[in-house]
């Protein structure tokens, strides 16, 4: 079965330290990757896409991400973390032959104190 | 703006009281899906749409219902709601189900059913 794990629930980080959040996932076929921020009382806003071509994906707000296929691992990076960047965030994935279907991790709550 | 409206954006109901909870999107989306987001559990297709009178189930359809009449349009609807659906719901688009094409999410409704 297509699944998709966030292994924390909670990542605490001081500002301006770097900051990972990690994404492990389970399809079939190449997968297509994707990460969501999701704000208090706001809907998810897309961050950054893995379709093809390098490991190494950069999206908005300074966040990158980097696959890696062999760990079948699509980990969120930010070398300097903001304050303005707690939240909460999803690692999904949309796998070949399933209808279009975005399939989500549990999600992580990522704290950035001054 | 492209966006996702969904409304309304806070509802509590009673059990067994039937409830609409209406998206449309401006972008001329082909794709359509309605997930639900529990704490711990992530986000959860309940219903897709490929396309026009065109609609499947998810992983959680029990107690839903869905039409998709017009393109922009796709309500959700719960014909006797019970407690068990208290949940933040979100609608999502898509230009089209191939898998690189990544979803807009509307703000999110958050029903309390008692």
């Known amino acids: 079965a297509q699944s998709v794990a966030q292994p924390e629930d909670q990542v605490n980080v001081a500002e301006g330290n770097p900051l990972t959040v990690k994404c492990t996932y389970s399809?079939?076929?190449?997968?297509?990757l994707f990460w969501y921020v999701q704000y208090p009382n706001r809907g998810l806003q897309f961050l950054l896409k893995y379709i093809t071509g390098d490991n190494l994906v950069k999206g908005s707000y300074g966040f990158e991400a980097e696959f890696n296929k062999s760990q079948t691992s699509f980990h969120l990076k930010k070398p300097s973390a903001l304050v303005s960047d707690s939240a909460l965030y999803f690692c999904a994935v949309r796998a070949p032959n399933q209808g279009g279907k975005l399939i989500f991790g549990q999600g992580t709550e990522l704290s950035v104190k001054p | 703006e492209a966006q996702v409206t969904q409304n309304p954006r806070y509802l509590i109901t009673v059990t067994g009281k039937k409830l609409t909870v209406t998206c449309s999107q401006n972008m001329n989306h082909e794709y359509m899906s309605w997930y639900r987001q529990d704490p711990g559990l992530g986000l959860r297709q309940i219903y897709y749409s490929m396309n026009v009178e065109v609609t499947d189930k998810g992983d959680v359809p029990e107690g839903y219902k869905v039409s998709r009449k017009e393109k922009r349009n796709f309500p959700l609807i719960l014909e006797s709601p019970s407690p068990n659906q208290t949940s933040l719901y979100f609608c999502a688009s898509s230009q089209r189900q191939v898998e690189g094409y990544g979803y807009t999410f509307g703000s999110g409704t958050r029903l309390t059913v008692v």
């Open positions: 399809v079939s076929g190449n997968p297509y």
